[in-house]
């Protein structure tokens, strides 16, 4: 039999995210798994190609981190209470740091939220989704907006 331990919820504190960590606390209360929540902040380091200064990134992208990790103390609280909770926030590539903090806590089971883009948007953005459901080694259970025309 399968044994689901450790959860990775994957947040960007979107509308999307407390469905998703619904669903997280959910399966954890019903398997009695760990949550790991995971929020990546963007690296912006394409950036220093532009001739933007280095120190500059860094300090805006140390800033969006200390907010998120803010964000992330509160939302930990008020969505995960009653279950093993641990809230990470750390910043690069989104698929990329969801993939590596799966394998690196352990990750039986990965769920994530996807914002529904089509067309144009998912050209010019990319699915994290999408990337994160091909590359990891974890299951994904991924869940997309609600329709707001229903």
């Known amino acids: 039999m399968v044994a ?3 959860i990775l919820c994957a947040l960007d504190f979107s509308e999307v995210s407390p469905k998703v ?3 997280a606390k959910t399966l954890a209360e019903a398997l009695g798994a760990k949550v790991v929540a995971l929020y990546v902040a963007p690296s912006l380091t394409q950036y ?26 509160s939302f930990v609280q008020e969505f995960f209470k009653g279950v093993p909770v641990e809230g990470r926030v750390v910043s690069g590539y989104a698929a ?4 590596s903090a799966a394998e690196e ?10 914002h529904g883009r089509k067309g144009i ?20 259970l991924s869940m997309r907006p609600e329709d707001k025309a229903s």
Do not use: C, N
């Not at 532009?50 to 992330?72: K, L, R």
């Not at 990329?96 to 993939?99: D, H, M, R, T, Y």
């Open 121 to 140: 948007d998912k050209i010019l953005f990319g699915s994290v989704a999408e990337k994160v459901i091909k590359t990891a080694k974890a299951p994904v």
């Open 4 to 6: 689901i331990k450790t």
């Open 105 to 114: 806590v352990g990750a039986d089971l990965i769920v994530l939220g996807t």
């Open 96 to 99: 990329e740091e969801i993939v």
């Open 21 to 23: 960590a619904a669903y």
């Open 48 to 73: 220093v190609e532009f001739h933007v200064q280095a120190s500059y990134i860094d300090d805006f992208v140390s800033g969006i981190v200390s907010g998120a990790s803010e964000t992330m103390d």
